[in-house]
């Protein structure tokens, strides 16, 4: 698998009602962004979430990942010791990225903790994903002092590790913004306070997180942001995605900034809305709305053919393509394909509207079709296959669960055309790029 989403958030514990005693009205919007992406969160079923932490142990030199299998801690700091949060670490995870940290010169791992008990940075993320989803692991992840690049490439380890062991990740990157913009906040005022807060939410908007490497250490430091080097690992988690990018609230009441924003991979996005749309509404989206929903241009001007595939519970519950592209580009596809895949897959019943929180869409985008003369040119991993005779015509994707030779996958595509074994039949082969 992948990484399903990511979140920038905020950790003030005064949004926590035991300790805000009312104070946390006066940053409601950041309250409902959070609940509001604890249930999308929820909705992408991870495995594991990973939480990038500023306030987890931080050294000069070293990224250091909480070894254990457990941790719990409480907000005793704040005078509310009763209140505590814990978690369940996924152990190969970290052990796998410890490994390939070591293979890529990425001074990162579990060595060196001094106390194990969770800081409030990961608490409070947890606290709200605690109400909206049960039964996953977790990696905690503390920065450092090295260079915004080196956290990126961090980032990039977390993906990898993702996908060598299939495990479907969610990544949170916990961290406030400027504490400079008021005198009266934790920090004097400073111009580079709302001047940092302005750019990094124009980058977190626009979803071109790459950008969190422009800035400088020196004028981070003069903004007294605290998240800003978990901004940069999460930026490399997600490199090479076509995000979906939201910026659902920023604050400042307290001479802080709170920002609250959400970044998906847009296709698998566009499939699921689509989907949600036909059952809420009983019609398809239209192409006006693609507008509205921020579709990314690359989606806009391509024509391919595009598969939607549904499952629940880690069975499959519908799956709808075209080889080719019939629309006019991508984006219309995945909008047709998501609703016949839920809809009109003749193998299963309808989705209903119930079931949505428990699906999850992946897209897989087709390559051009080439033909083969032998087995030897085929790859169940690579490749998808073709199989075609007359009018009859079957396609496999690949990379399938299940599905471990080349044989197994032509016997497969066969029996969906209707095709026998002992026939004369065409093959072809194509890539497809997967989206999580």
Known sequence: MAVAGAFIVPHPPLILPDIGRGEERRIQKTIDSYREIAKEAAAMHPETVVILSPHSVMYRDYFHISPGTRAKGDFGLYGYPELQIGGIYDTEFAAELCGLAEEKNIAAGTEGER????????????????REMKDFK??????????FEEHFRLGRCIAEAAGRLNRRIVVIASGDLSHCLLDSGPYEYTKEGPEYDRRVTEI????????????????CG????????????????????????????????????????????????LARESLTCFLENGREMQEPELASFKVPEEML???????????????????????????KNVALEIIDNAVSAGIYDPRFPEVKREELPEIICTVDVLGTAESVSSLKELDVKR???????????????????GV?????????????????????????????????
């Not at 988690?237 to 900034?257: A, D, H, I, Q, W």
Request: glycine share 14%; net charge neutral.
């Open 138 to 147: 977790l990696v905690r992840i503390g920065l450092s002092g090295l260079p």
């Open 222 to 269: 003069k903004a007294g942001e605290c998240g800003h080097r978990a901004f940069c690992i999460m930026a490399g988690c997600l490199e090479g995605k076509t995000l979906r990018s939201r910026l659902l609230s920023y604050e400042g009441p307290f001479g802080v900034g709170y920002a609250v924003a959400a970044f998906q991979d847009a296709y698998v996005a």
């Open 115 to 130: 106390g194990r008990e969770l800081d409030h940075a990961t608490m409070i993320p947890l606290y709200f994903l605690n």
């Open 383 to 401: 490749y998808g296959v073709i199989v075609s005779s007359g009018r009859r015509k079957g396609l496999l994707l690949p990379n399938l669960e």
């Open 204 to 219: 977190m908007a626009g979803g071109e997180l790459h950008r969190m490497l422009e800035f400088t250490e020196e004028f």
């Open 301 to 327: 001007k391509t024509r391919a053919g595009v598969f939607v595939s549904l499952k629940k519970d880690g069975e499959l519950r519908g799956c709808i393509g075209t080889i080719q592209g019939v629309q």
């Open 404 to 436: 471990d030779t080349v044989e197994q996958q032509i016997f497969i595509a066969l029996k969906k055309a209707g095709i026998d074994w002992e026939e004369d039949y065409g093959l072809e082969r194509f890539e497809v790029v997967r989206h999580y």
